[in-house]
């Protein structure tokens, strides 16, 4: 069973930089390198929506348009981590933050397709 903590959100001025983590546990390191790691976010009274995705094994990054530029996915495979960096940020940008874990090692944009979730860590940008 895959366990994923998310920490790092918070309140932030509008241009601020926020930096989120996602440590997982519960499996190897070798099993970990098969997963795939997204990174999505729901605001209040809005569907759940992508973010980023990285893959575990080669560093592949997969951005929504909305972040593209301002964001940066990254991990650390020896803390079994995963963050997120997130630069110039805008009130539009607030929400709960997930991280979640694809065993299909595909960098899915799509929630369902995703395996494991995190509990979400709140993000709140003034303006």
């Known amino acids: 069973q895959v366990q994923l903590v998310e920490s790092g959100g918070g309140l932030v001025q509008a241009g601020g930089s926020l930096r989120l983590s996602c440590a997982a546990s519960?499996?190897?390191?070798?099993?970990?390198?098969?997963?795939?790691m997204g990174w999505f976010r729901q605001a209040p009274g809005k569907e759940r929506e992508f973010v980023a995705a990285i893959s575990w094994s080669d560093n592949n990054t997969r951005y929504a348009d909305s972040v593209k530029g301002r964001f940066t996915a990254s991990r650390d495979n020896a803390k079994n981590t995963v963050y997120l960096q997130m630069n110039s940020l805008k009130p539009e940008d607030t929400a709960v933050y997930y991280c979640?874990?694809?065993?299909?090692?595909?960098?899915?944009?799509?929630?369902?397709?995703?395996?494991?979730w995190g509990q979400g860590t709140q993000v709140t940008v003034s303006s």
């Open positions: 979640a874990a694809d065993l299909t090692a595909i960098l899915w944009t799509t929630p369902s397709n995703y395996d494991y």
């Open positions: 519960g499996l190897t390191f070798i099993t970990f390198s098969r997963y795939a």
